[in-house]
């Protein structure tokens, strides 16, 4: 199965399987960018998989001044979901609740889309009466009176449909700390990719999971091929020197961005090498049967 | 090849309707055919030979070398390409334009940009009374678009004026933006009443004498809207984007009627 080394460290001969999805971006902008921070963290907190968040939700980048649309420092995040319908509860509910209340807070598109998703158009109402739109430079906002002054938002944002989410990475070790080092340095390349966010705390997940469970009703449960304790047990995909897994999920607003993220990601985990980082590299799959995109590691080395 | 030019040969015997010479209308046109055009509104035939020189051309961009205040109706009905005018316009001037872009090198007469709903019009000089204005019987001004006046204007810009974007860099004159139903003014020496019955909509002024029935509301420090709108200002006039930039107090008005339009004033405005 491992044929293929760089570093030290083997490259399964597998692909991450990944789904369509629907996206779109937000530019949040705060008088200060530690605001303009705690107002994206507040709207991606538990926004960690679709299976129970409703989105999968992460910064993509932080803006200097200069690149946000009324010259304050921002925040670009990415919101992933499984249907328009969903992105666009997820959209209104998240920013009502924490950009329209976060202090001296904008919100803007952060994506031109082919459709659009509804922003200021809806939390609008907010105003009672007394929300003023305006349009410049063809746009629209709305100017919605708070307490501290205006929350200012443009009216709509981008949806984009070529938007693909479940690339991700394995990082097997031989201790926790080198699962850790390994998944963080892939977490950390793959937030310096644009277009892509890696939505799990930190980058990272630990419990990896597998469609389907024992317990009727759950639709996934532990991913028990990879779980170090359970090798005597189940059919294991783990050798005997593998103390620990951990995962990177990354959605991208494109398959090119997935692509360039694992690309990125993959790099990052070879340069750490088997003794600091993980002495294995694999990707999760269902074989091949569910999802659209296959990316295979050994196309991203 | 470039666009149609048309030199005007002497000062029209009278008023002329100058709506047949839309760029994109004339683009293509032979000069036999462009020259052939009638734009008489009495009852003495006038077509376009008698008035110009034609040179023909195939791009939706119309040269008119020297101009007129008799030339009415200039650019009217537009919906793409490049007006040029050097010299002085009529009345609706861009009246229900629609897209394309208008530069007047002169003064512009009465009603200019009327009924406007897209596009740019630029007036290096001074614009007559109800610029942006709703005509007789109309139920709004300006719907849309961008207007600039280098110069000032005359009564009443802004007229019932529902959307869009007007900037008069000189003075203007009395009731600036009456009946103002939405859209954005911004003018560094309005006239007296600035705002008079505005429903909604914004007015970014330097000083200016206001009504009894403008009251004063709080303006929020650091405004990401000024901020946005200053930047959108800044490549059409620096002017603007100065005030914009250096707004310090906020009046809500007219409270004669709805109330809910707003006039931005500017403080002590940065030099440059």
């Keep these: 199965m491992n044929l293929l080394a760089r570093n030290g460290v083997a490259i399964d001969e597998s692909f991450a399987e990944a789904f369509d999805m629907r996206a779109t971006a937000l530019v949040i902008t705060a008088p200060t960018l530690h605001w303009a921070r705690i107002a994206a963290t507040s709207l991606t907190g538990f926004a960690t998989s679709v299976i129970a968040c409703g989105c999968e939700a992460a910064i993509d980048a932080e803006l200097a001044a200069e690149a946000t649309p009324d010259g304050r420092p921002g925040v670009r995040v990415l919101i992933f979901s499984a249907s328009t319908t969903e992105l666009q509860k997820q959209v209104q509910t998240r920013v009502g609740q924490c950009v329209l209340t976060s202090p001296g807070s904008a919100c803007y598109a952060g994506l031109a889309g082919e459709e659009a998703l509804k922003l200021g158009d809806g939390l609008r109402y907010f105003g009672d009466g007394w929300q003023i739109a305006k349009r410049i430079d063809g746009r629209r906002y709305w100017r919605v009176p708070v307490m501290d002054g205006e929350f200012f938002c443009e009216g709509s944002t981008g949806l984009t449909k070529q938007a693909v989410g479940g690339g991700n990475l394995l990082l097997l070790a031989r201790s926790a700390g080198a699962a850790l080092r390994a998944a963080e340095a892939v977490a950390a390349a793959v937030a310096a990719t644009p277009d892509a966010i890696a939505p799990f705390p930190g980058g990272i997940v630990r419990s990896g999971s597998k469609v389907g469970s024992k317990y009727k009703g759950l639709p996934a449960s532990t991913n028990d091929a990879y779980c170090p304790t359970l090798r005597g047990s189940v059919a294991s995909a783990l050798d005997a020197d593998t103390a620990a897994v951990l995962e990177v999920v990354i959605d991208g607003l494109s398959a090119a961005a997935v692509a360039a993220a694992m690309r990125a990601g993959l790099a990052a985990a070879v340069a750490l090498g088997p003794e600091q980082g993980a002495h294995r590299i694999g990707a999760g799959n269902y074989g091949g049967k569910l999802g659209r995109h296959h990316f295979h590691l050994k196309d991203l080395l | ?272």
């Design chain 2, 1 to 272: 090849m470039s666009g149609v030019r048309l030199l005007r040969r002497a000062e029209p015997p009278q008023r002329v309707d100058l709506s047949a010479l839309r760029p994109e209308a004339l683009a293509g046109l032979a000069e036999g055919a462009i020259a052939r055009l009638p734009l008489g509104t009495a009852r003495a035939p006038l077509a376009v030979g008698d008035l110009f020189r034609v040179q023909a051309g195939d791009e939706a961009d119309l040269v008119i070398e020297g101009g007129s205040p008799r030339f009415d109706q200039l650019g009217a009905g537009m919906t793409t390409g490049i007006l040029l005018i050097e010299g002085d316009a009529g009345c609706c001037l861009g009246r229900g334009m629609r897209g394309g872009r208008i530069t007047l090198r002169g003064g512009a007469g009465a009603f200019a940009a009327s009924g406007l709903t897209g596009g740019v019009i630029e007036v290096t000089g001074d614009a007559g009374d109800f610029l942006g204005g709703a005509a007789v019987g109309e139920r709004t001004g300006m719907a849309g678009g961008v207007v600039v006046v280098r110069g000032g204007s005359g009564a009443r810009a802004a007229d019932r004026m529902r959307r869009g974007l007007m900037v008069i860099e000189g003075a203007a004159g009395p009731q600036l933006a009456s009946h103002m139903i939405a859209g954005t003014v911004v003018c560094a020496r309005p006239g007296p009443h600035p705002g008079t019955l505005m429903r909604r909509g914004t007015l970014l002024l330097g000083e200016a004498a206001l009504l009894p029935t403008f009251v004063p509301a709080g303006l929020a420090a650091d405004s990401a809207f000024l901020r946005l709108l200053a930047r959108a200002l800044r490549p059409l006039s620096a002017a603007a984007a100065r005030l914009a930039d250096s707004a310090a107090a906020r009046f809500v008005g007219d409270m004669a009627t709805l109330g809910k339009g707003e006039i931005l004033l500017a403080g002590s405005i940065p030099a440059g």
